[in-house]
């Protein structure tokens, strides 16, 4: 299986703060990353596939970049409806893996 | 919209099977992928499985002996079997749907406590 080493685990921001999350696979895994937010008691959703591709409807201060295994994921001008947390999933390979979560505060 | 819905029993007796059922509307299951994945209490996230628009199926190998997805077309629901259930099973068990190989549609997830 891949692992996905997630960092940090939480992490705390003002309003108007960029924030970065970074996730490394165990291999390489050719871009094929996507990145989730997930609020309590909510599903998760999705705002990013194939590292740098937003889904329709996630706002163009996400964005994420990488290749290889590192990849990372940012947050321009964080806003008060970003407080959630975040996953990374490698879909290259199966089984499918998630990184362990980035938790995000508000300072 | 495509929108899932987990139903299933909320407590589990370890050894027993955990069952649920994942209700699909606005798509049909005849179409792409459809899975289960679990989040535990601390966070973890682990995909478990999926059936296919063609009723194939792969699970991941940490539960490739205990695990069983299966599908009702008629009714546009596909189903997660566990057996054997531990403690270790505890969580909050989500159905999914992949289009493009991602997971984009989940639905709200249902808590699973596996106790006596």
């Known amino acids: 299986d891949i692992q996905m080493t997630q960092s940090p685990p939480s992490l705390s921001a003002s309003l108007g703060d960029k924030v970065t999350i970074t996730c490394q696979a165990s291999?390489?895994?050719?871009?094929?990353i996507a990145w989730y937010q997930q609020k309590p008691g909510k599903a998760p959703r999705l705002l990013i596939r194939?590292?740098?591709t937003l889904e329709s409807g996630t706002p163009s201060r996400f964005s994420g970049s990488g290749s290889g295994r590192d990849y990372s994921f940012s947050i321009s001008n964080v806003e008060s409806e970003d407080i959630a947390s975040y996953y990374c999933?490698?879909?290259?390979?199966?089984?499918?893996?998630f990184g362990g979560g980035t938790k995000l505060e508000l300072k | 919209e495509v929108q899932l819905q987990e139903s299933g029993p909320g407590l589990v007796k370890p050894s027993q099977s955990l069952s649920l059922t994942c209700s699909v509307t606005?798509?049909?299951?005849?179409?792409?992928?459809w899975g289960w994945i679990r989040k535990f209490p601390g966070n973890k996230m682990e995909w478990m499985g999926y059936?296919?628009?063609?009723?194939?199926?792969s699970y991941n190998p940490s539960l490739k002996s205990r695990i069983s997805i299966t599908r009702d077309t008629s009714k546009n629901q596909f189903f997660l079997q566990l057996n054997s259930v531990t403690t270790e099973d505890t969580a909050t068990y989500y159905c999914?749907?992949?289009?493009?190989?991602?997971?984009?549609?989940w639905g709200q997830g249902v808590m699973v406590t596996v106790s006596s």
């Open positions: 194939y590292t740098s």
């Open positions: 606005g798509y049909s299951i005849t179409s792409n992928y």
């Open positions: 291999q390489n895994i050719n871009k094929y």
């Open positions: 059936i296919s628009y063609s009723g194939s199926t």
């Open positions: 999933l490698q879909y290259d390979n199966l089984p499918w893996t």
């Open positions: 999914a749907s992949s289009f493009r190989r991602v997971w984009v549609y």
